[in-house]
């Protein structure tokens, strides 16, 4: 099974990414590996967590929220240089959010040269890989293969160990934290779209 997205402007796609990354921050990432039923921490296939905060997360938009959790400073300074941000705050996405220690894992100096101003399409372009129009909730997502994304490319969805890894190596560690226009799953990597 896959899911499409509809026929929004890959602007407004790109933001709805960046908006659900932003908002799995304000709820923050658990490095903890227990598979528990519940409680979001682990990526355990199935796992999940609402609101967070005091339930303060629905309540903002996945920008904000990205900015509140203070762990998406990278994701959000790149939300901002591709021009992205307004679209993140009036869309509705999901988002595979990547932490600042997964942008921490490309080769040195990449994350520099995408922030540059003549980079901006190939920034926006990875950047609307890490959304998905609409809500997709984890118990959605491990019914799907793959998922298309608001760059208009696929990224594959797989369950191993439990685990939901997108494109064969990229961990979702966090899932479903709400926002006001969309839900955050926080990934362990940065997605890159296929070349072309």
Request: aromatic share 4%; net charge negative; proline share 3%.
């Amino acid at each position: 099974m896959s899911l499409k997205i509809d026929g929004a402007p890959q602007w407004a796609r790109w933001m709805g990414v960046l908006t659900a990354a932003l908002t799995i921050g304000l709820t923050g990432c658990s490095d903890d590996d227990s598979s528990s039923g519940s409680g979001g921490s682990g990526g355990t296939a199935g796992s999940s967590a609402s609101g967070g905060a005091g339930g303060q997360a629905q309540e903002m938009d996945i920008v904000d929220t990205a900015v509140a959790a203070g762990d998406f400073n990278t994701l959000v300074a790149a939300v901002q240089a591709a021009g992205l941000e307004e679209t993140l705050r009036s869309g509705t996405f999901t988002v595979f959010a990547p932490t600042d220690a997964a942008f921490e894992k490309l080769p040195e100096g990449t994350v520099d040269t995408l922030l540059m101003p003549e980079n901006k399409d190939r920034l926006t372009a990875i950047l609307t890989y890490h959304a998905v129009a609409g809500e997709v909730k984890a118990e959605d997502v491990v019914t799907l293969d793959k998922a298309t994304t608001v760059n208009g490319a696929d990224i594959t969805i797989e369950v191993v160990d439990g685990k939901v890894i997108l494109n064969g190596t990229v961990e979702v560690t966090m899932t479903d934290i709400e926002a006001s226009n969309g839900i955050i799953h926080v990934i362990d990597g940065v997605l890159l779209p296929p070349e072309g």
